[in-house]
């Protein structure tokens, strides 16, 4: 029985070998298998690094004011008789907005100008009469000025009847009425703002050590977050004289055109300023870059020295600088005319077979416009 026990666990153990060792046999063929195995080349797209000419700028924040803006007020108390605006309408210089009731000014008028009529008959009375000696000179004098005096009441009481009829005192677009008919209005008491928008201020704030690069006259470029792809260009009209104490900054003032009026006072704005010197770079497209927090790299496409022949990628440490549009300026890693790898890049690793095919390649642009902007 002891034997047949012993005889059937030897058997057990060799048949658990032989199986250890045909399995031994797979895994030593899959591994040789794996060592011989290349993987078919990825396909690219690619771009080769360019010299390009770039127009030099300062950026910016900036916020938007009218060139002419006002909130019209009432200049003598008095009830509202007419309102001959509408709201958010744009209006002419001289066009009437409110009328107050003048009635208490017309009865005056008409006395005061009964008063500068009888002052005048008195005074060409005097006049004759003052050759015959019937009149003295103190008599004639004291016609005139009566005379004088009932004109200026008159022209008193005219001028308080024009400043109850309220117009426009520029050319603009009206704001959201604050007045209601029949309101007894005080002096200084709000009606309406009015805003000139075309054109438009922009004003922004540069460090001083960028003032030796200002002066009037540059080009300006404005871009506005609330409205995407709107592009607006413009001109330095002003430079502050003043640096300010606290943050060393200067004031730039630009005018911008604005006839479809888009922009509106107190919108903030992304602002690049133009300067006369360009930059010449080495520029390639910023989807050919690997960021990565222990460097940035690309993968240049090289000739395959080591195999038969074709193309491989050799990763290559990078050092970049200013964005531009859909390309990235380099400070350092690469050559004028070398290739790199411009999309896909996140998939690829040195050293890697590659097949070049540029047939679906984006188009690359320093000013792109999305086509849904």
């Not at 658990?16 to 060792?21: D, F, M, Q, S, Y």
């Not at 001289?94 to 009888?118: N, P, R, V, W």
Request: no cysteine.
């Amino acid at each position: 029985m002891k034997k047949r026990i012993f005889l059937a666990i030897i058997g057990l153990l060799v048949i658990i070998a032989a199986l250890a060792g045909v399995k031994a046999l797979q895994i030593r063929a899959m591994v040789e298998q794996g060592k011989k195995f290349v993987p078919p080349p990825e396909t690219v797209t690619t771009f080769s690094v360019q010299a390009q000419t770039w127009e030099s700028s300062l950026s910016a924040v900036g916020a938007l004011s009218a060139v002419q803006g006002v909130t019209v007020a009432a200049e003598m108390p008095g009830k509202v008789t007419q309102i001959a605006f509408e709201a958010g309408r744009p209006v002419q210089k001289g066009d009437l907005l409110i009328a107050q009731d003048s009635s208490t000014e017309k009865a005056q008028l008409a006395g005061a100008l009964a008063q500068a009529e009888f002052a005048r008959s008195t005074m060409e009375r005097t006049e004759k009469l003052l050759p015959e000696r019937i009149a003295s000179a103190a008599d004639h004098e004291s016609a005139v000025a009566a005379r004088e005096q009932a004109l200026a009441q008159a022209a008193g009481i005219r001028a308080a009847m024009e400043k109850k009829a309220i117009r426009a005192p520029f050319s603009g677009r009206l704001g959201i009425r604050q007045v209601n008919l029949g309101q007894m209005l005080r002096e200084g008491d709000p009606i309406v703002t009015l805003q000139a928008l075309d054109p438009i201020y922009l004003d922004f704030t540069l460090p001083q050590q960028q003032i030796g690069l200002l002066h009037r006259d540059l080009p300006v470029k404005v871009t506005v977050d609330a409205l995407p792809g709107l592009v607006v260009t413009g001109r330095v009209s002003a430079l502050n004289p003043l640096i300010d104490a606290e943050t060393r900054n200067i004031r730039v003032q630009a005018t911008l055109a604005n006839r479809e009026e888009k922009l509106r006072p107190g919108m903030f704005v992304n602002v690049a300023l133009g300067l006369p010197a360009r930059l010449r770079v080495l520029a390639i497209p910023a989807t050919a870059v690997l960021y990565a927090p222990y460097g940035d790299s690309v993968f240049v496409v090289e000739d395959d020295k080591k195999g038969k022949g074709g193309k491989v990628l050799r990763q290559q440490f990078v050092r970049l600088g200013e964005k531009r549009g859909d390309f990235v300026a380099l400070s350092a890693g690469l050559k004028e005319g070398e290739v790199v790898v411009s999309t896909g890049v996140f998939k690829l690793m040195n050293g890697q077979a590659v097949v070049v095919d540029n047939r679906l390649s984006p188009p690359f642009k320093l000013s792109p416009k999305p086509e849904n902007s």
